[in-house]
């Protein structure tokens, strides 16, 4: 890369990564703003004022905004046009303790860390002087600073530039992805106004080492998904001094996790490539006050990686594992109770529980029958009671729905109902069977081949990390979509995705990141001189290579 591009991104990066951004407040527009107003200041963008916007995000509170900036090249007449992203927002700064004021301010924090204790391979990194510390810098100023610069240095030779560009450096990507998600609404539109023949959506987020001592550089060509299969779980309430008068949820939910957290078989393989295991993020009882009666509902969800599977495959496959969980809860309870009664001089009877799963289309349709059209006015009325309280976030929203539609059913057996809690991030798979998926893996490989450094650089087919890159695509399969919509309760009340906006882009996505290391911890760094000086030309040499 020219020295003199690879210290503009430098730069850029300790600048934006000084501005506190942390996602969910205010503070991202800041970031937001520094990135319009540095646009306004490029010799292309005070020409052409009118391919410069703010984005807001739609229904947000805080009022956040995302960047969209145009170039339009003067060589010829294409419609062929590159989509680049970058997300401005970072984590919190939390984590960095009583040095946390120098969080963002890299040039000063290396200093303060050596005042605090380090992991080894963190110290050896900050004392090697090859890695840049600090919040944001990684994850992902950098990348937001490499794609900036790369359009300042395009849009400065216009006349020889054949194509177009549109970038969009969104906010609350580490959220729920709001900027990304309004930025899409916007591409769909700005595709059939200027008649832009979309190629494939270039996003600049970080790339890290995959397993210990890894030193391979990575490019993705695609991304992994995200599901959260969740489950609601009725057991039969008890006294605690006669425990086998009732079956505990907090039992089947634990057989659930057995089952489920950390097992290989519901990992996701494509082309070699496999998801990380399932691992839970909630698990609690629903039991409001101490007595010692035992709970009677549980809930718990997990976070799914997906490369090929879509919602309604998902779904029965975790039917199962809890069918197999539930059944193996009775199993034992009838062996430990046979066992009690033995000691005790007890007769033995076989306990009366049954495994029962289903799913929450299924229990809708078990309620509907019973009570009609009344329950959709219910459910209605609790969804608008529920929108109004800001303190329910999208996750106890649909369990919310889950439990007042199953506490208007008449059966109240022990049962496990299986949903989909917010939020959704279809994968991406770039198989090459398209003439322009085709064309984006030949542009990453001719960039790779072109590369001339010392760096191991490889091409993956799926970026490991959940990110907006999912949204520039949907699964097109009506039984993937229904399945979703019709096992997310709330979906497109509190929880919307515009499904056929992206189904609309339906594009191929790369990923070509800085790289570096600890991303979300308080030793993130990036390695200088692939992040400035290899990472950039790859972009560059990638949407080179896709619009010629």
């Given at each position: 890369?020219?020295?003199?591009?690879?210290?503009?991104?430098?730069?850029?990066?300790?600048?934006?990564?000084?501005?506190?951004?942390?996602?969910?407040?205010?503070?991202?527009?800041?970031?937001?703003?520094?990135?319009?107003e540095?646009?306004?200041?490029?010799?292309?963008?005070?020409?052409?004022p009118?391919?410069?916007?703010?984005?807001?995000?739609?229904?947000?509170?805080?009022?956040?905004?995302?960047?969209?900036a145009?170039?339009?090249?003067?060589?010829?007449?294409?419609?062929?046009?590159?989509?680049?992203?970058?997300?401005?927002?970072?984590?919190?700064i939390?984590?960095?303790?009583?040095?946390?004021?120098?969080?963002?301010?890299p040039?000063?924090l290396?200093?303060?860390?050596k005042?605090?204790?380090?992991?080894?391979?963190a110290?050896?990194?900050?004392?090697?002087g090859?890695?840049?510390?600090?919040?944001?810098?990684?994850?992902?100023?950098?990348?937001?600073?490499?794609?900036?610069?790369?359009?300042?240095?395009?849009?400065?030779?216009?006349?020889?530039?054949?194509?177009n560009?549109?970038?969009?450096?969104?906010c609350?990507?580490?959220?729920?992805?709001?900027?990304?998600?309004?930025?899409?609404?916007?591409?769909?539109?700005l595709?059939?106004?200027e008649g832009?023949?979309?190629?494939?959506?270039?996003d600049?987020?970080?790339?890290?080492?995959?397993?210990?001592g890894?030193?391979?550089?990575?490019?993705?060509?695609?991304?992994?998904?995200?599901?959260?299969?969740?489950?609601?779980?009725?057991?039969?309430?008890?006294?605690?001094?006669?425990?086998?008068?009732?079956?505990?949820?907090?039992?089947?939910?634990?057989?659930i996790?057995?089952?489920?957290?950390?097992?290989?078989?519901?990992?996701?393989?494509?082309?070699?490539?496999?998801?990380?295991?399932?691992?839970?993020?909630?698990?609690?009882?629903?039991?409001v006050?101490?007595?010692?009666?035992?709970?009677?509902?549980?809930?718990?969800?997990?976070?799914?990686?997906?490369?090929?599977?879509?919602?309604?495959?998902?779904?029965?496959?975790?039917?199962?594992?809890?069918?197999?969980?539930?059944?193996k809860?009775?199993?034992?309870?009838?062996i430990?109770?046979?066992k009690?009664?033995?000691?005790?001089?007890?007769?033995?009877?076989?306990?009366?529980w049954?495994?029962r799963?289903?799913s929450?289309?299924?229990?809708?349709?078990k309620?509907?029958?019973?009570?009609?059209?009344?329950?959709?006015?219910?459910?209605?009325?609790?969804?608008?009671?529920?929108?109004?309280?800001?303190?329910?976030?999208?996750?106890?929203?649909?369990?919310?729905?889950?439990?007042?539609?199953?506490?208007?059913?008449?059966?109240?057996?022990?049962?496990?109902?299986?949903?989909y809690?917010?939020?959704?991030?279809?994968?991406?798979?770039?198989?090459?069977?398209?003439?322009?998926?085709?064309r984006?893996?030949?542009?990453?490989?001719?960039?790779?081949?072109?590369?001339?450094?010392?760096?191991?650089?490889?091409?993956?087919k799926?970026?490991?990390?959940?990110?907006?890159?999912?949204?520039?695509?949907?699964p097109?399969?009506k039984?993937?979509?229904?399945?979703?919509?019709?096992?997310?309760?709330?979906?497109?009340?509190?929880?919307?995705?515009?499904?056929?906006?992206?189904?609309?882009?339906?594009?191929?996505?790369?990923?070509i990141?800085?790289?570096?290391?600890?991303?979300?911890?308080?030793?993130?760094?990036?390695?200088?001189?692939y992040?400035?000086?290899?990472?950039?030309?790859?972009?560059?040499?990638?949407?080179m290579?896709?619009?010629?």
């Open positions: 890369m020219d020295k003199d591009l690879s210290k503009k991104i430098r730069d850029l990066t300790i600048e934006l990564a000084q501005i506190k951004s942390v996602v969910g407040t205010k503070e991202e527009n800041n970031v937001v703003e520094r990135i319009y540095k646009f306004t200041k490029m010799e292309y963008f005070k020409n052409n009118e391919l410069l916007r703010y984005v807001p995000v739609k229904d947000d509170p805080l009022e956040r905004k995302s960047v969209m145009i170039v339009k090249g003067e060589k010829g007449n294409s419609k062929k046009t590159v989509i680049l992203i970058g997300h401005t927002d970072t984590v919190g939390s984590d960095y303790g009583i040095i946390q004021d120098y969080a963002t301010k040039l000063e290396a200093d303060k860390l005042e605090v204790s380090l992991p080894k391979e110290l050896e990194d900050l004392e090697s090859e890695y840049l510390f600090g919040r944001g810098v990684f994850d992902m100023k950098c990348g937001v600073a490499t794609l900036m610069t790369l359009i300042e240095s395009i849009s400065n030779d216009i006349e020889e530039f054949e194509g560009i549109v970038f969009a450096a969104v609350d990507e580490e959220g729920n992805s709001g900027g990304m998600l309004s930025v899409v609404s916007e591409l769909v539109e595709k059939e106004k832009f023949e979309y190629l494939a959506v270039i600049t987020d970080y790339s890290a080492p995959r397993y210990e890894d030193n391979t550089r990575y490019v993705y060509v695609g991304t992994v998904g995200k599901l959260m299969p969740s489950f609601y779980i009725v057991g039969s309430e008890a006294h605690g001094g006669d425990p086998f008068k009732g079956l505990d949820p907090n039992h089947i939910s634990s057989a996790v057995e089952e489920i957290d950390f097992n290989t078989k519901y990992c996701d393989e494509a082309e070699g490539e496999v998801t990380v295991p399932p691992i839970s993020l909630r698990q609690q009882d629903l039991k006050e101490y007595s010692v009666q035992t709970a009677k509902t549980s809930y718990l969800y997990f976070n799914f990686g997906t490369h090929r599977s879509t919602p309604d495959q998902i779904l029965d496959k975790v039917i199962a594992g809890a069918e197999l969980a539930f059944q809860v009775i199993d034992s309870l009838n430990e109770y046979k009690y009664c033995e000691a005790n001089g007890f007769p033995y009877e076989k306990l009366p049954e495994a799963v289903m929450y289309e299924e229990l809708y349709n309620v509907r029958e019973e009570k009609g059209r009344e329950v959709d006015k219910v459910m209605e009325e609790l969804a608008k009671k529920l929108l109004d309280d800001q303190n329910i976030d999208e996750r106890l929203f649909a369990l919310k729905m889950v439990e007042n539609l199953h506490n208007m059913w008449s059966d109240k057996n022990p049962v496990v109902i299986v949903y809690s917010p939020p959704y991030y279809p994968h991406i798979y770039v198989k090459g069977e398209s003439p322009l998926e085709k984006v893996l030949d542009a990453v490989n001719e960039a790779i081949e072109k590369m001339d450094s010392d760096y191991d650089i490889e091409m993956k799926f970026y490991p990390y959940i990110s907006d890159l999912s949204y520039a695509a949907a097109r399969e039984n993937a979509v229904d399945s979703l919509k019709n096992n997310m309760p709330g979906f497109g009340i509190k929880y919307s995705l515009p499904i056929d906006e992206m189904q609309k882009l339906n594009l191929p996505v790369v990923n990141g800085p790289f570096g290391k600890d991303a979300h911890k308080f030793t993130e760094r990036l390695e200088k001189d992040s400035f000086n290899i990472a950039p030309k790859l972009v560059y040499e990638t949407i290579n896709l619009l010629k």
